[in-house]
């Protein structure tokens, strides 16, 4: 006979199916607890930061100043070419003897160099013949002259000795001055050419050396460069972008690799009308003065510009700032003791050290005076 089941075990079963299910619910809400993070672990957002005790801390105001544009630019130091002058020969002929080398101080009228020029040398014959000829000419209309008083030649006749002798005087005049453009002097006849300095200066160009041969005019490079070297200009290639920050007459300081400790001052002269289609740059032409000679051509140069027109700029102090990552930071005040660290970028630094900004901050907001002591005080508190 097969057992029956009672009632009892009926209730039985279940209360353990019901204290079964509570123990599972009772796990996973166990579960579920430690799951759930508690309030201590909430963490902030990246860049901003709570802090403890913000009275440490030295707060500053951003404000607002009136101060020009600033621009900087890379340029060389160049001769002024109406300072300059390229000396060259209108002969042919051999160097004998070079008397100034490249960089030499030279005065005007000083000898540069000795040629041996055939080209003189034909000039000269020249001027003997005409000579000769007017000489000639002379005498004969002197007894033209001579005659017609006694009535033994026609008129007709002593036109044309006078006709001679005026042409021979010409010829005589243009033979000379040939002579003189080609360096000689009439009254000394010699072959050799004394190439002698037009203007005061420094040698800054030498195409020449000794016993080379010189060729004609049109076919031959300037000997010797001269250039007056008492005012010099800064050429500075600006950026296209750049260019409405630039004006005539503006001023600019020009800080030179050779002389780092010292600032040159000068003002634009001239912006060219004409961009280089490679690199999309102007040239902008500083004059500066160079009494002591102390710039020399080729020299690189950092000019700044600043406009005579000004802006309103925001402006803190430049301890506020910390360079990270090529980027420029602040840590800007957002709560009692919240601040956030908050991208800038910096313009120009004031006279009294103050760095201007063209954007990231508004008049009025609070940030730590000091970027980088707050900063490592953040990376202290993390550890």
């Known amino acids: 006979m097969k057992d029956e089941k009672r009632p009892g075990d009926f209730a039985r079963l279940a209360a353990t199916v019901v204290l079964l299910s509570f123990a599972l619910a009772g796990a996973s809400c166990s579960r579920d607890t430690e799951a759930a993070p508690t309030k201590a672990q909430i963490t902030l957002e990246p860049g901003v930061y709570d802090v403890d005790h913000p009275e440490l801390f030295k707060l500053v105001k951003a404000e607002t100043r009136a101060l020009s544009t600033e621009l900087t630019a890379n340029g060389t130091v160049n001769t002024d070419i109406t300072r300059t002058i390229r000396v060259t020969s209108l002969g042919s002929g051999r160097v004998i003897a070079v008397k100034v080398r490249l960089g030499d101080s030279v005065r005007k009228g000083e000898s540069l160099l000795v040629i041996s020029s055939p080209d003189l040398a034909s000039a000269n014959a020249d001027y003997q013949k005409a000579r000769a000829d007017e000489e000639f000419s002379r005498k004969a209309l002197a007894r033209s002259q001579e005659l017609f008083s006694r009535g033994a030649v026609a008129a007709k006749d002593l036109e044309e000795a006078q006709d001679t002798d005026d042409k021979a005087k010409v010829d005589t005049q243009t033979a000379a001055e040939h002579v003189r453009v080609l360096g000689g002097d009439p009254a000394h006849p010699s072959p050799m050419i004394e190439l002698r300095a037009p203007v005061s200066g420094t040698i800054v160009e030498q195409n020449v050396a000794g016993f080379e041969g010189i060729k004609s005019l049109d076919n031959t490079p300037n000997l010797f460069t001269i250039a007056d070297l008492s005012e010099v200009w800064v050429v500075c290639d600006v950026f296209e972008n750049a260019l409405g920050e630039v004006r005539l007459g503006d001023p600019a300081e020009i800080r030179l690799n050779a002389y780092p400790d010292r600032v040159f001052h000068g003002k ?74 908050t991208e800038v970028h910096a313009a120009n630094v004031t006279a009294d050290g103050s760095q201007a900004l063209q954007d990231g901050l508004n008049p009025g907001d609070e940030v730590i005076a000091d970027a980088l002591q707050f900063s490592t005080a953040m990376a202290e508190q993390k550890e």
């Open 268 to 341: 634009v002269a001239d912006i060219s009308r004409v961009l280089d289609p490679n690199t999309r740059t102007a040239k902008v032409r500083i004059v500066l003065a160079n009494a002591d000679g102390t710039l020399r051509p080729g020299m690189f140069a950092a000019a700044t510009f600043r406009s005579r027109k000004l802006h309103d700029r925001i402006v803190i102090p430049g301890t506020a700032i910390m360079r990270l990552q090529d980027k420029d930071w602040v840590f800007r005040k957002e709560g009692p003791r919240r601040f956030r660290q």
